[in-house]
């Protein structure tokens, strides 16, 4: 008998059981596809760094090296499990010539490696250790992405030439950044090509415990062993891996926790509706003592069927859409560890959007017992008479044509009823603002400011080298007369000691310079004028426990200075873990020296660049746009492409919301509407009262929509943003911002439109017999 | 005299599952400017459906209606809710006024459609018309705060307040008490009596006494008609007997 009685009653409103439907299948879809790819992905890293077994430790150093002393080092220290120095030969990217086009472009250190024996494996696309015979080359995964090279090309380097066998994963430096590509070769061929670069070494440990990581740093800085480079810890390298497809992930089930809101909200919505048709029923069958469990039995089940339905389309339609979004992961990463146990991870995922709505719609059912049999007889309906607007009277109206005051009328006397359309507006702009902001954002130039690089249009490397200060001099005298360049700045780095609070001593790279003429942004304090002033990135900030104001004591000559603590700022670059300071020191060694340059026409960059690529060989010449399309470009394009979805999502989701609204809307309001035609109103008339309500819902939804996105939003997308490195954060204004908001007008106005289609041809006689 | 309404040989029938329902077979009808005429008949005979005919708020599927010299059936959507909101006025059983608006604003409301700029002489009309249906003091309530007959008595307000040619009534009295009832038969006649044709539906001979012809309806078909002299207030007594006899004599 329920069978009978729910089959019938979603057959008399198809469109809202449709459409409820749709919405928990859309859910169920986000909701099992996120939790796919968050195990997809961290299962992927974990065997990528499995397999390949990824340093625990690695300093990369360039300059001559004690092999012997570190050897000692690793046998005595007590944490350490394998130890290995790799080689890895930095070319130039003009003299890598791969199927006639060179990397010289290209904003990565290219360089070439032979397959290390005991771990940091690089592996081909199936996992495997590759084996590399003479003649041979393989390639770094990225190269295949976007098109550099594929099997059967020809590389040349410095006139060796090699052919591409095939593409590897490099557990380290997959990421696009990792400023370093390794390239494979074999150990002849190395041998053959050794003389066309510089050397740098990679001294790498394995430690029987990944979680004795920082008392190993320590040792390690303490030991005074060869530092000059870059230090990468493991958790690092896992998070480079991750940052791409997490940012995806953090942005899917941000719109899924949206959409599983806009359901719970539709199932309210629809649930109440139904609840107030039936109202005289539910008061009758109360009255002559019948149980009203029954009744809540047969809307729970109603809604458990359709709640299985979405959720078996969703779980169906999320194994269309999973390959899509694994791509990458499975490129990059390869296949996860438990790709089985993702499947299962899709299955709960969706078993916990069915049963939530179960949950829910029995909550909302409690109402029932609140209902009154003698009121629900008598009046038939749930609401009294319309409260609020009170003094909003036609009688007074002199500013509004007399359709749109109606319109607006209805809405502020039925708020509640409007609440339902009016949260779905809100989120929906959310949804459509927030990613949109975020991509505007870390794609807008002023962006890399926040990331630890001065805005700037070219930007020159001089590292590998020696003679670094009179290269750098020569530069600056190129550039001192070259009218076009408005604004340079020199920044030079070098390795000093900071004490720590417990006395032990650690390494830390010190930017000198003045750091005031292109400046970054710093998310606490400002950037170092004075002699003894110096700012931290937020990453050497966390390690050393300081804060802006603190002293903290660097080490420089073998005396020890102290320094006040001016600035905080965020870095992704060189580790994260750099300082900036304006002192002048004559002392250190110095380990690479950057470059940024201004153009009074910034234009002119593309040019530029390459003339001064031409002058100076001995730096890596970079215009800025380039630099950042290499190393955030994946990053930035998946935002892009989440923020795209999101704004088609929320658009489908405004248009079926709205549409499913007003077509109930229509049906509620049947004897108004025939009223209002007996006295005289239009099809049209009424059709521009509804378009009213909509406009007026649609922008209060809008503004506060707007004014949430930009606060609670901004938290939010500050949060996805700090996750890779950028502390302090706000959202660039973009004018093209609009033009989504635009479009959700027009969808709201069209889903209008079409759901109260001809509710002015209701039959006039069979609704005024009220 | 001139004809507001004239109407010949109205046929329409409703469609019950497959079954075609006759419910009016051949009615042919014609009102006079300033007439007040009343149908009576037994329930189900086809009154309501005859008034939503003659006054273009439902189609017919033969037959035509003249209102004011224009075939309803030709005209468009617009130009009929041009023509109710400009010439007729409906009252109903129960009164159909909207929930959302104060008692004043439902009255105003068709009229300010149309001319917004005159709203102060508007609601000072309404006004007007308020104090004269007794209802001078309720404006500001809500549509639940009054009674039943005061709020058919704004309907009646609402339906004046564009002078309309006429005013359809479908048993206008059939919800209200005796004394609520001869207060809206009060204002129908001052209405009538200005000018404005009056065609009620009702099965109280009370009301029909007061209207100068009673048509009798039967199975969709009008049977009988009968006339009287502008009611003045006199002779109630004899035209309730005379109406009750025909009544009788045709069997309803
Ligand atoms: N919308 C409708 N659909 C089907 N039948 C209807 C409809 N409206 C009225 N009827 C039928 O038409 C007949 C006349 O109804 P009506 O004009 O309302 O009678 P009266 O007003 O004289 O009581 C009745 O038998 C009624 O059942
Ligand atoms: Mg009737």
């Given at each position: 008998m329920y069978y009978r009685i729910i089959r019938n009653d979603m057959l008399k409103s198809k469109l809202i059981t449709l459409t409820t439907m749709m919405f928990v299948a859309v859910a169920a879809m986000l909701v099992s596809l996120s939790a796919i790819l968050v195990v997809n992905l961290s299962g992927s890293i974990n065997m990528l760094m499995d397999q390949a077994k990824t340093p625990h430790f690695m300093q990369m150093h360039s300059g001559d090296i004690d092999a012997g002393r570190l050897a000692d080092f690793a046998e005595q220290n007590s944490h350490v499990d394998e130890f290995q120095v790799l080689e890895f030969l930095n070319v130039d990217g003009a003299r890598i010539v791969i199927d006639g086009n060179s990397l010289a472009d290209s904003v990565q250190d290219n360089g070439f490696t032979t397959q290390s024996e005991k771990f940091d494996y690089l592996l081909d696309l199936d996992g495997n250790v590759i084996t590399v015979s003479d003649g041979e080359i393989y390639i770094p995964v990225s190269y295949m992405k976007d098109g550099t090279g594929k099997v059967g090309d020809t590389i040349s380097i410095n006139g060796k030439t090699l052919t591409v066998a095939g593409f590897l994963r490099d557990s380290q430096m997959n990421s696009l950044l990792a400023s370093s590509k390794r390239f494979l070769v074999s150990e002849n061929d190395y041998a053959a090509i050794k003389g066309s670069g510089s050397m740098e070494y990679l001294i790498e440990f394995r430690l029987k415990d990944l979680s004795e990581i920082g008392a190993f740093e320590t040792d390690y800085t303490s030991a005074e062993l060869e530092a000059n480079g870059p230090t990468i810890t493991y958790p690092l390298f896992k998070m480079l891996n991750a940052i791409s497809d997490g940012l995806m992930i953090a942005v899917l089930l941000l719109v899924s926790t949206l959409i599983v809101a806009i359901t719970f909200m539709c199932i309210h919505f629809t649930l109440l509706a139904k609840i107030e048709d039936d109202y005289r029923e539910i008061g009758v069958m109360k009255a002559i003592g019948l149980r009203v469990s029954d009744l809540k039995k047969i809307y729970l089940v109603k809604y458990a069927v359709i709640a299985a339905a979405g959720c078996m389309l969703g779980f169906a339609l999320s194994f269309v859409f999973r390959d899509l979004l694994l791509e990458n992961i499975r490129l990059y990463m390869g296949e996860s560890e438990h790709a089985s146990f993702a499947f299962l991870f899709g299955i709960v995922g969706i078993l916990v959007v069915f049963l939530a709505i179960v949950a829910y719609v029995n909550n909302v059912l409690k109402r029932f017992r609140k209902i009154s049999a003698a009121q629900a007889i008598r009046l038939?309906?749930?609401?009294?008479?319309?409260?609020?607007?009170?003094?909003?009277?036609l009688s007074r109206n002199?500013?509004?044509n007399t359709n749109i005051f109606l319109g607006v009328k209805d809405v502020l006397a039925r708020k509640s009823l409007y609440a339902t359309m009016l949260a779905v507006l809100i989120i929906s702009t959310f949804i459509i603002i927030v990613p949109q902001n975020l991509y505007n954002t870390i794609s807008s130039k002023s962006f890399i400011t926040y990331m630890g690089i001065g805005s700037s249009d070219m930007r020159m490397d001089i590292q590998q080298t020696s003679h670094i200060s009179e290269k750098a001099a020569e530069i600056v005298k190129a550039m001192e007369r070259d009218s076009s360049i408005s604004k340079y700045a020199v920044l030079t780095t070098k390795t000093f000691k900071a004490k720590a609070a417990d006395g032990s001593e650690q390494g830390i790279k010190i930017e000198l310079g003045d750091h005031s003429i292109l400046p970054v942004q710093y998310s606490e304090g400002k950037a170092p004028v004075a002699e003894d002033e110096i700012a931290l990135s937020t990453m050497n900030a966390d390690d050393l426990g300081i804060k802006v104001g603190d002293v903290m004591t660097l080490v420089i000559e073998g005396k020890e200075k102290d320094f006040t603590v001016c600035g905080v700022y965020s870095d992704v670059?060189?580790?994260?873990k750099t300082a900036k300071a304006v002192f002048s020191d004559e002392s250190a060694d110095i380990m690479w020296c950057v470059i940024y340059a201004k153009l009074?026409?910034?234009?002119l960059a593309e040019a530029k660049t390459s003339e001064y690529a031409d002058r100076f060989h001995f730096a890596k010449v970079s215009h800025i746009d380039e630099y950042v399309a290499q190393t955030f470009g994946s990053t930035i394009s998946s935002v892009g492409k989440a923020s795209d979805t999101s704004v088609a999502v929320a658009l489908m989701i405004t248009g079926l919301v709205i549409l499913l609204f007003m077509k109930m809307l229509v049906a509620k309001d049947s004897y108004s509407i025939a009223v209002m035609k007996s006295v005289g109103f239009t099809d049209s008339d009424i059709a521009m009262q509804y378009v009213s309500r909509s406009v007026f819902v649609l922008m209060a939804g809008m503004i506060l929509g707007t004014l949430l996105a930009n606060t609670i939003g901004e938290v939010l997308a500050g949060a996805v943003i700090s996750s890779f490195g950028a502390a302090s954060f706000q959202f660039a204004d973009h004018p093209l911002s609009m033009y989504p908001l635009l479009l959700m007008a027009g969808t709201v106005l069209i889903a209008t439109m079409l759901g109260t289609w001809g509710a002015g041809q209701i039959k006039l006689a069979a609704n005024m017999k009220e | 005299m001139m004809k507001i309404i004239s109407c010949e040989n109205i046929v329409k029938s409703f469609s019950a599952g497959n079954e075609k329902h006759p419910v009016l077979g051949g009615v042919s009808l014609e009102i006079n400017e300033g007439e007040f005429i009343s149908i009576m008949g037994p329930?189900?005979?086809g009154k309501t459906t005859l008034m939503y005919a003659v006054s273009g708020m439902d189609s017919i599927d033969s037959g035509t209606v003249l209102f004011d010299g224009r075939n309803l059936s030709a005209l468009s959507e617009k130009e009929l809710s041009d023509i109710r909101r400009t010439k007729m006025g409906f009252v109903f059983q129960q009164p159909t006024l909207l929930k959302n608006l104060n008692i004043l604003d439902n009255i105003i409301l068709p009229a300010m459609r149309d001319n917004r700029k005159n709203a102060a002489r508007t609601t000072e009309k309404a006004r007007a018309l308020m104090k004269k249906a007794g209802i001078g003091e309720l404006e500001k309530r809500d549509i639940t705060e009054v009674s039943g007959g005061q709020l058919q008595r704004a309907g009646i307000c609402r339906a004046v307040m564009s002078q309309p040619k006429i005013i359809f009534g479908d048993e206008p009295t059939g919800a209200l008490n005796s004394t609520s009832a001869q207060k809206i038969m009060d204002m129908l006649s001052e209405i009538n009596t200005e000018g404005t044709a009056v065609m009620l539906v009702t099965h109280d001979a009370k009301v029909a006494a007061r209207t100068e012809r009673i048509m009798f309806m039967c199975d969709g078909k009008i049977v009988s008609e009968m006339r009287f002299k502008k009611f003045n207030g006199t002779g109630m007594e004899d035209r309730i007997e005379a109406i009750t006899a025909k009544m009788r004599e045709i069997g309803i």
């Open positions: 038939g309906t749930s609401q009294g008479k319309a409260a609020g607007a009170k003094h909003f009277r002199r500013l509004l670059t060189n580790g994260g009074s026409d910034p234009s | 329930s189900g005979s």
